[in-house]
């Protein structure tokens, strides 16, 4: 259920109407549904990718990576959108520069809103992997 309330929260922020299609296809997929019904947890990886994106859209980084850390610590396959994220955020820092130097491209990795993501996902990642460990 929570994940088709995401899913309805963001077609609403990319501005698309009221469309229940992408709910319907969710809620009716049968692979979901037999998957769900074995014991399968990917109902909650994809609440956690989905409130990832979420959030990123909304723009609020800190909390967004929160959300991406989980996912990967549940998964590992969530990782590779580390490089996407990575490029958004330097291509929102660095897009009217006409000319990259080393300065410029030093000032796009260390945007506050990177970093911001950067240290909710580490939060997410560490905070679980050192509860099991000590446990």
């Known amino acids: 259920m929570l994940c088709g309330y995401l899913i309805l929260k ?7 109407e009221e469309n229940l299609l992408p ?14 019904s074995r014991g399968s947890a990917e109902s909650i990886m994809s609440f956690l990718v ?3 994106v979420y959030y990123f859209k909304l ?3 800190f909390t967004s990576g929160i959300f ?23 291509s929102r820092t ?13 000032a796009a990795v260390f945007d506050w809103e990177l970093l ?5 996902a580490f ?13």
């Open 10 to 16: 963001i077609n609403r922020l990319n501005h698309r």
């Open 23 to 36: 709910i319907c296809l969710w809620f009716y997929n049968p692979i979901t549904v037999v998957i769900s």
């Open 50 to 52: 989905l409130a990832f």
């Open 59 to 61: 723009k609020r980084s």
């Open 68 to 90: 991406y850390g989980l996912a990967i610590h549940f998964k590992i396959y969530p990782l590779a959108y580390g490089l996407l994220i990575l490029a958004y955020y330097l």
């Open 94 to 106: 660095l897009e009217n520069k006409k000319k990259l130097n080393a300065v410029d491209l030093a």
């Open 116 to 120: 911001k993501f950067g240290a909710g």
């Open 123 to 135: 939060i997410a990642l560490a905070l679980p992997t050192a509860y099991y460990y000590v446990t």
